[in-house]
């Protein structure tokens, strides 16, 4: 326990703040810090946006929303040194962030699926990005 504080006084959640305000009519389907940094989150919608949030100091605020899905963002992930995210989405595409600037660096299409569910980077190379695609209609057997 902290100080000479109770359990619950240490779960009383005082000063919590909310940050996911503008996701509030589609799922959030992941939260994740970047990397070795405590104070920068972002979290992806079913909306089709990418929010990086600042924590510190608080109130957090909404560094930059990253646009350009059609549709909802399933995945993403940090680069190593966090300037560059990777995402993925229903509407069947890889985009690569510029995280300074929210800008989009590139756009991957898959056209022989339906949507990218997941991605990742390669830890120790960063232009080696993996998505996991969803292939409609195709049996599983014959892939």
């Not at 990777?86 to 022989?112: F, H, N, Q, Y």
Request: aromatic share 6%; glycine share 6%.
């Amino acid at each position: 326990m902290a100080g000479d504080t109770t359990l619950s006084e240490n779960y009383a959640f005082a000063g919590m703040c909310h940050i996911f305000d503008q996701h509030v009519d589609e799922a959030v389907p992941k939260v994740q810090f970047a990397n070795d940094d405590k104070n920068r989150l972002a979290c992806c919608s079913l909306d089709g946006t990418v929010s990086i949030f600042q924590l510190v100091p608080t109130p957090p605020a909404v560094l930059r929303v990253l646009r350009g899905h059609s549709r909802g963002v399933t995945d993403f992930a940090w680069s190593i040194s966090n300037d560059v995210i990777v995402t993925t989405s229903l509407d069947a595409t890889m985009r690569i962030w510029a995280t300074e600037d929210g800008k989009c660096i590139r756009e991957i299409p898959d056209p022989d699926c339906s949507e990218v569910l997941c991605c990742t980077f390669q830890p120790m190379n960063n232009n080696l990005t993996v998505g996991s695609p969803h292939y409609q209609g195709l049996d599983k057997r014959t892939a």
